[in-house]
């Protein structure tokens, strides 16, 4: 499975982004994704994942309300749409993927598959 991130960017605080994950490869073992973000001198941290079986959406209380995942099927997308930016925001995105969904999907070491980063800068 390879993940390619991209749509990451300069921004001023309130404005928005969207992110894309594009997968290719077995694709279909693939049962569950999720965004990480990591800031220069911080560890990397949860963003949201998509239970697409549930249709629920899990996000991290800092981005809650103003972030959402989609995708695409047809184009083995997933987005992250970025609202109300904040400079806090700025970080490395990453997208990440792992066969099967599990309990501590807030957890990057869970994960298999990481796409390269894109990153996301936010100015005041």
């Known amino acids: ?16 982004l969207r992110l894309s994950c594009v997968t290719s490869g077995h694709t ?12 220069p001198g911080k560890e990397r941290e ?7 079986s549930l249709r629920r ?8 309300g103003r972030f959402t995942i989609s995708r695409d ?3 083995n997308t ?6 109300s930016l904040k400079p806090e925001d ?6 990440a993927a792992r066969i099967n969904w599990i309990v501590d999907y807030r957890s ?9 980063g894109t990153q996301v800068t936010v100015s005041s």
């Open 78 to 83: 997933v987005y992250l749409q970025m609202n």
């Open 90 to 95: 700025t970080a490395v995105y990453y997208c």
């Open 46 to 52: 949860f963003v949201g994942a998509p239970r697409w």
């Open 1 to 16: 499975v390879q993940l390619q991130a991209s749509g990451g960017g300069l921004v001023q605080a309130g404005g928005s």
């Open 108 to 116: 990057a070491h869970h994960y298999n598959y990481w796409g390269q």
């Open 73 to 75: 099927n047809a184009k």
């Open 28 to 39: 279909f073992s693939v049962d569950a994704m999720a965004w990480f973000r990591q800031a």
């Open 57 to 64: 959406t899990y996000y991290a209380d800092s981005v809650k």
